[in-house]
């Protein structure tokens, strides 16, 4: 027997189906097996029509559809960040500025174009992660991490009428606080326990038993 791992997974798309009704999102119904074979479906939501969700699905292709903006000062101890009103949250949420890449644009002006509209301030842009699913629940949204810094004066003079946002430039002992008491997207907490060494899951790896870390989970 090869010990040769395989790459083929024991589900299987069989196809995608388009449902209709929304006025800025495509609904869509995945239908599929399970690893016994049994028939399901799988229901989600895109901004992309039904070829680009196929590419994905059958051909493995990636795309990306915006920018989220990590912008620090020049010495790299602030970062900037959005207290935002979310309508589908219905209460103000602590996000990192971000939007969607226009067509014909490439992700570093889109990201300079959004933080601009959202913060009022200039961006310049040094490293673009790759683009990443923002959840593979519900929908086949990615965007990639532009990480640059950030000048001039924050402004709320260029948010849209739907848009309020507070802009915040925010040190270490503040994103602690934000963290500790506030409502945050995950993938902001995320970064921001990055940026500022926080070390939440080191924490809760000091709490497992001691074999755990003869085991060595834990650095020493």
């Known amino acids: 027997m090869s010990n040769q791992k395989s790459n083929k997974a024991p589900m299987q798309v069989e196809r995608v189906r388009q449902v209709e009704g929304l006025k800025y999102l495509n609904t ?7 690893k016994i074979r049994s028939k399901k479906q799988w229901e989600l939501v895109s901004r992309q029509n039904q070829d680009r969700l196929e590419k994905e699905i059958f051909q493995d ?9 990590f912008a620090t000062d020049e010495e790299k101890t602030k970062v900037v960040i959005l207290k935002e009103y979310r309508v589908s949250a219905g209460k103000y949420v602590y996000m990192f500025p971000a939007g969607l890449v226009e067509a014909g644009e490439s992700i570093e002006k889109a990201s300079v174009r959004e933080f601009k509209e959202e913060t009022g301030m200039g961006f310049v842009p040094k490293y673009v992660e790759r683009e990443r699913y923002v959840s593979v629940g519900i929908v086949n949204e990615r965007v990639n991490i532009v990480y640059g810094t950030y000048f001039g004066q924050a402004s709320q003079k260029h948010q849209e009428d739907n848009e309020h946002a507070e802009i915040l430039i925010i040190d270490r002992e503040q994103a602690l606080y934000i963290l500790e008491n506030e409502e945050v997207s995950i993938r902001t907490a995320m970064l921001l326990q990055g940026f500022f060494s ?4 080191l924490s809760w790896l000091r709490t497992c038993p001691l074999r755990a870390r003869k085991d060595r989970f834990i650095p020493r």
């Not at 869509?28 to 399970?34: A, L, N």
């Open 28 to 34: 869509f119904v995945i239908d599929y097996k399970t």
């Open 61 to 69: 292709k990636s795309y990306t559809d915006g920018a989220m903006v």
């Open 198 to 201: 926080f070390k939440p899951l």
